[in-house]
């Protein structure tokens, strides 16, 4: 369902990630250099991968998970909402290296301008920003 432009609702099954992909490099190609698109799609990837996973968006019926992306002056922003979880709650680790998982919010803390996490009665969502100058920062911080 596409009740907007830049937001649509998937329901909370792993097909969701890569249609949740291809639908926001679709909206966004175009609009900003092929290197930050990559790094959104990489983001909004792991996070709706997190709604389906480890939220009851993804434990019930095809539960929803709601996505939303604007372009802003700061940067593109985009918002992944789902139905919260009664057993489980957002945290961001630094996972080993040998870790199968547990990479989503830590690439959201290292790619992202700002990132944030809200929870109500309704559910719960995940947000950031990727601003094009943090982007070079951060590849040069690699780079040393």
């Known amino acids: ?3 907007g432009p830049g937001l649509r ?4 099954e792993e097909r969701s990630v890569s249609e949740a992909r291809e639908w926001a490099r679709a909206l966004l190609e175009g609009r900003m250099a092929a290197p930050l698109l990559d790094d959104v799609v990489l983001l ?4 709706v991968t997190n709604a389906v996973t480890h939220s009851d968006s993804g434990s019930t019926k095809a539960g929803p998970v709601t996505v939303q992306v604007s372009c ?3 940067g593109v922003r ?3 909402r789902d139905s919260g979880s009664t057993t489980s709650s ?3 680790r ?4 040998d870790d199968d998982g547990g990479r989503g919010l830590w690439l959201v803390d290292l790619l992202a301008t700002a990132w944030g996490a809200d929870q109500d009665t309704t559910g719960g969502s995940v947000w950031f ?3 094009e100058h943090v982007r070079t920062e951060v590849i040069q911080t690699w780079r040393s």
């Open 1 to 3: 369902m596409l009740t």
């Open 9 to 12: 609702q998937f329901p909370g």
């Open 44 to 47: 909004l990837s792991e996070l």
């Open 72 to 74: 802003e002056a700061e």
């Open 78 to 80: 985009v918002e992944v």
């Open 90 to 92: 957002r945290t961001m």
């Open 94 to 97: 630094v996972p080993d290296a």
């Open 129 to 131: 920003r990727v601003a």
